[in-house]
């Protein structure tokens, strides 16, 4: 009985893995919906609230942003697709480590900050520096900080601000004004933390493709005119300096050959002028 009871045991854990089924874990619409991860479920009810860890090198295929780390949370489950949205960022710590060295100081800031659309970020940055520093000019650089951020948050929606925060574009935007009050070395944002979703729906303006082809295009052919523009000033500038150094040369010349004619003239009339002087002699 007892052999019986562990094959139909058996059994059923075998039963289990078969009613399984792959789901795709896509992206949220900022990151063009692109298949993060795929799992195993036996219920999708199962899959709600999990959350996915992935770097951006695996989204964008940049080497050079493997250091940056993105969460994603389940929230909708579509067929065989689970939907996710944007939890937070945090950088690697090997990267944090190449920046802080010794003898310098780190300067942090925890800021929760309003978006357009009505989300809440917590956003906490860092700016290091080459030498350490006085808690006053600690302060100066913390307030800068806290003031662009928020300045920048309230003028765009939450994908426009984790997109201007994931490009890098935020820490160059704070590295510029702190370093007119002081030397800064290098601005970054350690980690994002959303705490609330956005109430307000926006709409966005997507580019499509053919919309970007067609503004390349364009830029190309601004491009190329200004180029033509360029070559055409350069040609009637050499035209007109060749112009003036001919003319230049001219009125030299005809004085040149006026002094020689004058010579010429004045020979050929002195050795008459000797044989007039002989004759009257004799």
């Given at each position: 009985m007892a052999k019986a009871r562990s094959r139909t045991a058996a059994r059923k854990i075998k039963d289990k893995w078969k009613s399984k089924i792959w789901y795709n874990i896509?992206?949220?619409a900022s990151f063009d919906n692109i298949t993060i991860a795929d799992t195993l479920s036996d219920n999708p009810n199962k899959l709600l609230n999990r959350v996915t860890e992935v770097s951006l090198q695996d989204l964008t295929n940049d080497f050079r942003k493997s250091h940056i780390k993105l969460f994603f949370k389940i929230d909708k489950i579509e067929d065989t697709n689970a939907l996710t949205h944007f939890i937070g960022h945090e950088l690697t710590s090997d990267y944090l480590r190449r920046m802080i060295r010794r003898k310098r100081s780190k300067i942090d800031g925890v800021y929760d900050v309003n978006t357009r659309d009505g989300a809440t970020i917590r956003v906490k940055p860092f700016a290091t520096t080459d030498k350490r520093i006085q808690n006053s000019q600690r302060k100066v650089v913390r307030d800068t900080m806290k003031q662009t951020i928020y300045n920048q948050a309230k003028n765009s929606t939450l994908s426009e601000f984790i997109q201007f925060i994931i490009d890098g574009k935020l820490g160059s935007e704070v590295y510029k004004k702190c370093k007119k009050l002081y030397p800064v070395k290098r601005v970054e944002v350690n980690k994002t933390q959303v705490l609330k979703s956005p109430t307000i729906k926006i709409e966005e303006k997507k580019i499509q493709k053919e919309e970007i082809n067609?503004?390349?295009?364009?830029?190309?052919?601004?491009?190329?005119?200004?180029t033509e523009k360029k070559k055409t000033i350069e040609k009637k500038k050499t035209e007109k300096s060749d112009k003036k150094t001919k003319t230049k040369k001219t009125p030299e010349k005809k004085e040149n050959k006026i002094k020689k004619n004058k010579k010429d003239n004045e020979e050929k009339s002195s050795p008459k002028k000797s044989k007039k002087t002989k004759t009257n002699k004799k």
């Open positions: 896509l992206a949220p067609e503004i390349i295009e364009k830029e190309v052919e601004e491009t190329s005119e200004k």
